[in-house]
């Protein structure tokens, strides 16, 4: 590893809130090569056709970040059914979630990408939840794995949870919106709504790979996305706003 890159790694982490003096991670990122070896070992994308990439840490960080998101529900708002804090965990561990995570910590900077994935800007935000997943792996690995390594994730991720929970609980339909269309359809005795979605390209990671609208009665809308179901939200979503049948935050 090359002292610039050394260099990188060691402020990044301290970006995250892990500086030499963080007893969370036991340790010394400034004198363990170990630790940063597992750090650029996530961060680096598997395009790059190295022999040590995200790959591995991704498979562990999935699984890490779903327990540490149910710790973290559980802990912040005890009270939540199960039903309701699966719902909000799912969006909490999503691949959206990921890559605006990634976003707000300026993961991308320290990346080491292969030319594909460089030049790849529509699957960019995949490339990104990722390793933004990876690095959580990492975390959990250089924080002591089961020995202390889920506490070192929550204490770097659980500020991000808190903002994003209080934005999903203020607004329960946030990103829900074919539920949200199709509880009103029902209520008005209108029937479900219906789905007509097609393919625009082929090209994988494209945030507009399908398209889709959505007809109930006398609603109708249209929305894109990267994949069916997320364009079918969007065309959900086009269709309650279009027609402000959206119930304001809180209620």
């Known amino acids: ?7 990188q790694l060691l402020a990044f982490l301290e970006s995250l809130g892990f500086d030499s003096g963080n007893d969370l991670l036991p340790l010394d990122p400034a004198a363990d090569a170990g630790a940063l070896a597992t750090l650029d070992e996530a961060l680096t994308h598997s395009s790059t056709g190295l022999p040590r990439h995200h790959d591995r840490l991704e498979f562990l960080g999935d699984a890490v970040l ?33 890559s605006d995570l990634a976003r707000a910590i300026a993961l991308e900077p320290v990346l080491l990408l292969g030319a594909m994935a460089a030049g ?27 020995r202390g390594g889920l506490v070192a994730v929550q204490h770097w991720l659980a ?7 209080a934005e999903l609980l203020a607004d329960p339909l946030r990103h829900n919106w074919k539920s949200a269309l199709q509880e009103w359809s029902q209520g008005q005795g209108k029937g ?18 399908f398209e889709c609208r959505v007809e109930v009665a006398d609603l109708s809308g249209e929305g ?14 086009a269709a309650l706003e279009a027609f402000d049948l959206r119930p304001a935050p809180g209620c």
């Open 192 to 209: 479900l709504p219906a789905y007509h979605c097609q393919e625009r390209s082929r090209v994988h990671g494209d945030p507009e790979r």
């Open 120 to 146: 790849d800007r529509a699957g960019r935000a995949t490339v990104l939840a990722e390793c933004c997943e990876a690095l959580v792996g990492a975390i959990y690995t250089v924080g002591g794995g089961p």
């Open 159 to 165: 500020p991000h949870w808190q903002a994003s929970a």
């Open 224 to 237: 894109r996305g990267g994949s069916r179901r997320e364009a079918e939200q969007q065309a959900a979503r």
């Open 1 to 7: 590893m090359t002292p610039q890159r050394r260099q």
């Open 66 to 98: 779903r327990l540490a998101a149910a710790e973290f529900l559980r802990s912040a708002y005890p009270s939540l059914s199960v039903g309701d804090s699966s719902a909000l965990r799912a969006q909490l561990v999503s691949d959206r979630w990921l």
